[in-house]
């Protein structure tokens, strides 16, 4: 049961660079998303998709974008790394039909991102 | 908009005992759920339990349950028993109906039990 693969696990950056987080899914999920935790912070939503070519921004979107061609990926891209997106990311995956609402998300591993 | 509020940066518990970790809520939307997850030292999103904001009963699932208070906007897990592998963060969550049902997470609680 893979669930939710997210790579890398670990990372580091020197600002201005650029990268990719991939994430994929296995459980024919509409809706996926990126968050990204920092201390005292929670998880706050950085991109979202509910379905193949739809994305939508969350509550931190800016310097990263996303794509959705697939339902199985949602990559997160870096344009130019800056130190202020040192951070944890996690990419989830859920249900999204009637009723959704009452439904738990699955979570990736995890990245660790260090930006230098 | 949603919002989740968890007041409790830190709780520190004797093992054995119960504990109750605060979180509360905003919405407009009638139809909701509420989560909780519990994050490790090794990092992974856990998830523990789940609340509809229709159900008549407080969720239950093994030791945890959830002291789920409508009118109140209130949504406290409760960990009876407390071992020391309970030790971790732990967050609550909500999910509308509507606003392309976003989960929002709280900020979060690091629960350490003592021996």
């Known amino acids: 049961n893979a669930g939710v693969t997210q790579t890398p696990k670990f990372q580091v950056l020197k600002t201005g660079q650029s990268m990719t987080l991939q994430c994929a899914q296995d459980m024919n999920h509409e809706y996926m998303s990126w968050y990204r935790q920092d201390p005292g912070m929670g998880l706050r939503l950085i991109h979202y998709s509910v379905g193949a070519g739809i994305t939508d921004q969350g509550e931190v979107p800016n310097g990263y974008n996303v794509s959705r061609s697939t339902t199985e990926d949602f990559p997160l891209r870096l344009l130019s790394a800056a130190p202020s997106q040192t951070s944890v990311y996690f990419c989830?995956?859920?249900?999204?039909?009637?009723?959704?609402?009452?439904?738990?998300?699955?979570f990736g591993q995890g990245t660790r991102l260090t930006v230098v | 908009a949603q919002k989740i509020t968890q007041t409790q940066p830190g709780m520190f518990v004797q093992e054995k005992e119960a504990v109750t970790l605060d979180c509360t809520y905003d919405?407009?939307?009638?139809?909701?759920?509420l989560f909780w997850y519990k994050q490790p030292s090794s990092g992974e999103m856990i998830f523990l339990i789940y609340?509809?904001?229709?159900?008549?009963q407080n969720a239950t699932e093994g030791r945890y349950s959830l002291n789920f208070q409508k009118a109140r906007k209130s949504a406290n897990l409760v960990i009876s028993a407390s071992q020391l592998g309970d030790s971790a963060m732990y967050f609550c969550?909500?999910?509308?109906?509507?606003?392309?049902?976003?989960?929002?997470f709280g900020q979060g609680t690091r629960l350490t039990i003592n021996p």
């Open positions: 989830a995956s859920s249900y999204s039909g009637q009723g959704a609402q009452n439904t738990e998300a699955f």
């Open positions: 969550a909500m999910r509308e109906e509507q606003g392309a049902q976003k989960l929002v």
């Open positions: 919405t407009s939307d009638p139809s909701y759920g």
């Open positions: 609340q509809g904001s229709y159900d008549q």
